[in-house]
């Protein structure tokens, strides 16, 4: 039984110098070495913040140590920020590994997480030995950002902007989104990953057959890209009825990680579909 696992808000240096990012980091034994101790990165999507969804979920039956973040952390939110959403991710991994040492073991995105994780691994020199990757939701099809934003349309000409009214965490939020910021994330390579993914990382996409902001055929096309790697394995969970956020099948995207990631550790992960113990209708 895990009764030492502790939960510490980390508010890490941006390397601007003008603002932190905040994320939480669970661990197992904290008053053990964590001297080359692996680390799974729990990464969230648009609008999202370190306990929503699965993510909290998740962090406390990991069974290693994790950091999932964002939400209070500074600095201003763009909708077509991505680069500016990996040089976060590329602060977060260099301050875990001079502050603890540690190597980051698994990403966990989901939605825009996902594609930030992807991308880190695509391009940092720590993603090559990473092991494993869990793509939630996660979008391919980058133009088709523009599906959906006809709405846009009247604020654009009038303002020049869209006042987006989210809530975040229980709290009402504003966001502006500009043209430009649809036209940048549209531009977002997502296919960095049929060339530079590091070919010795096993994933499992998970996608609901609901989903009404990412496409499922995005999910296709992911198992695509990296089922036709070696000796990295790809693996598929369709969930019945799950729209984009999974809501209300949190337990279920969780158990289907750990079945996975243990799977995995056993070595007897192969590519195709992943059938977990909940249902068996896949």
Known sequence: MMVDRTSTKLHIPHPSG???LVGVLEQLEPH????????????HGTMGHKD???????????????FRGNHESGGQWRQGGFADDVEDLVAVVAYLRSTYDYKVDMVVGHSRGSVVGMHWLCTAEEGKRVRALVNVSGRYQMHRIYD???AYKEEFETKGYYDWNV??????????IYPHDLEEFSRWNSGIVW???PSSIDVLTIHGLADRTVPVYDAIIYARIFGARTPGTHNLHLI???????TGRQDEVVDCILEWWEAKRSGSLTTGIFRTGLRGKL
């Open 167 to 176: 809530v975040v965490a229980r709290k009402a939020v504003v966001q502006k």
């Open 18 to 20: 003008s603002f932190t």
């Open 32 to 43: 053990q070495p964590t001297n080359g101790r692996n680390i799974a990165l729990i990464l």
């Open 195 to 197: 060339d530079n993914f």
């Open 52 to 66: 929503y969804l699965f993510q909290k979920r998740l962090a406390l039956r990991l069974p290693c140590d994790s």
């Open 148 to 150: 959906g934003t006809e």
């Open 240 to 246: 019945e009825e799950a729209d984009h956020n999974l």
